[in-house]
């Protein structure tokens, strides 16, 4: 019996939460926490909304690129600080990386970056990542071999524009803007004081934003994304402070952000990560949103200058 689009979208998205249920608690059980990657939340979320998606159709690249930027970022926070240049390394780094496999798998970049962020030096790291990517790749054909029975019909509009939002980029004019961003971005983490200013989501999040402008789903609706984001951010806090690390908390936070991107009808999936970090974070307090919602509004006040400055794309949508 085929299933109609509102059973497809709640089967898809039981799917993604009890596959980060289980990773979660197969992160309490072994005592790594890594293994709870964050961005597994929105690279889950899509393969299943979406089996016919650039994400599920690259299953060696959704198993194998995180991991391998994931290196890099040991490698860098082996030998170097924290600084300009470092994450200068990473983020270049990690994009050179994907150019080189042809990879879409733009959540990658996050796993380079949050090595040095969290200042993660052992090679467990890239080994946690590849265990969860890969895991989920496997699952992730699984169910569009054996139960999208939509394999063949055409794509939405929405669809294509999804795959063009994980398809790396044809033109790079967005470049020095996206750059200045970065740098701004630094700059504030520094001089507040607070290194989550620049959370590791946020640069997959403005590279798919400066990148593919014309069609975003946030870079149409960019006043609204700092409120998500935050939002995600508070309730991953919420959910770890009253539960502790774990599945339940780990479930509630993945839950409010599908729940929240689907209220507002913003498909910026990156923000499910953003609920995530806790998890991950040698601590997390009321900081981690304030943090998020700054270097968010940054990005939202960046992009509107960029959209002003370079004429690219359509009118945006506030």
């Given at each position: 019996?085929?299933?109609?689009?509102?059973q497809?979208?709640?089967?898809?998205?039981?799917?993604s939460?009890?596959?980060?249920?289980?990773?979660?608690?197969a992160?309490?059980?072994a005592?790594?926490a890594?293994?709870?990657?964050?961005?597994?939340?929105?690279?889950?979320?899509?393969?299943?909304?979406?089996?016919?998606?650039t994400?599920a159709?690259?299953?060696?690249?959704?198993?194998?690129?995180?991991a391998?930027?994931?290196?890099?970022?040991?490698?860098?926070?082996?030998?170097?600080?924290?600084?300009?240049?470092?994450?200068?390394?990473?983020?270049?780094?990690?994009?050179?990386?994907?150019?080189l496999?042809?990879?879409?798998?733009?959540?990658?970049?996050?796993?380079?970056?949050?090595?040095l962020?969290?200042?993660?030096?052992?090679?467990?790291?890239?080994?946690?990542?590849?265990?969860?990517?890969?895991?989920?790749?496997?699952?992730?054909s699984?169910?569009?071999?054996?139960?999208?029975?939509?394999?063949?019909?055409?794509?939405?509009?929405?669809?294509?524009?999804n795959d063009?939002?994980?398809?790396?980029?044809?033109?790079?004019?967005?470049?020095?803007?996206?750059?200045?961003?970065?740098?701004?971005?630094?700059?504030?983490?520094?001089?507040?004081?607070?290194?989550?200013?620049?959370?590791?989501?946020?640069?997959?999040?403005?590279?798919?934003?400066?990148?593919?402008?014309?069609?975003?789903?946030?870079?149409?609706?960019?006043?609204?994304?700092?409120?998500?984001?935050?939002?995600?951010a508070?309730?991953?806090?919420?959910?770890?402070?009253?539960?502790?690390?774990?599945?339940?908390?780990?479930?509630?936070?993945?839950?409010?952000?599908?729940?929240?991107?689907?209220?507002?009808?913003?498909?910026?999936?990156?923000a499910?990560?953003?609920?995530?970090l806790?998890?991950?974070?040698?601590?997390?307090?009321?900081?981690?949103p304030?943090?998020?919602a700054?270097?968010?509004?940054?990005?939202?006040?960046?992009?509107?200058l960029?959209?002003?400055?370079?004429?690219?794309?359509?009118?945006?949508?506030?």
């Open positions: 019996m085929r299933m109609t689009e509102s497809r979208v709640m089967s898809a998205v039981l799917i939460l009890c596959f980060m249920g289980g990773m979660a608690g992160a309490s059980a005592g790594v890594l293994l709870l990657f964050p961005e597994l939340a929105a690279l889950s979320y899509d393969v299943f909304m979406r089996p016919r998606g994400w159709r690259a299953p060696w690249m959704l198993a194998f690129s995180p391998a930027t994931a290196v890099l970022g040991v490698l860098v926070t082996r030998y170097l600080p924290y600084s300009a240049a470092s994450v200068a390394i990473c983020i270049m780094g990690a994009i050179v990386i994907l150019k496999m042809r990879s879409p798998i733009a959540p990658a970049i996050s796993a380079c970056v949050l090595a962020s969290l200042g993660e030096k052992s090679w467990l790291y890239p080994l946690a990542i590849l265990l969860g990517t890969g895991a989920l790749a496997v699952l992730s699984a169910y569009r071999r054996f139960f999208d029975k939509g394999a063949h019909a055409a794509p939405s509009s929405a669809d294509r524009v063009e939002i994980e398809s790396l980029p044809g033109q790079f004019r967005w470049v020095p803007y996206y750059v200045a961003f970065l740098s701004a971005a630094y700059l504030l983490s520094m001089a507040t004081g607070m290194r989550m200013v620049f959370f590791p989501p946020l640069v997959v999040i403005a590279f798919e934003m400066f990148a593919h402008a014309d069609v975003c789903p946030w870079a149409q609706r960019p006043v609204l994304l700092p409120a998500v984001c935050t939002l995600a508070a309730a991953g806090v919420a959910a770890l402070t009253v539960f502790g690390p774990g599945v339940i908390s780990t479930l509630l936070a993945m839950l409010f952000g599908v729940v929240m991107l689907r209220a507002t009808r913003l498909y910026a999936i990156p499910l990560a953003i609920g995530l806790p998890q991950v974070m040698t601590r997390a307090d009321w900081h981690f304030l943090a998020v700054i270097g968010s509004t940054l990005l939202t006040a960046s992009f509107l960029f959209k002003k400055a370079s004429g690219v794309g359509r009118q945006v949508a506030l």
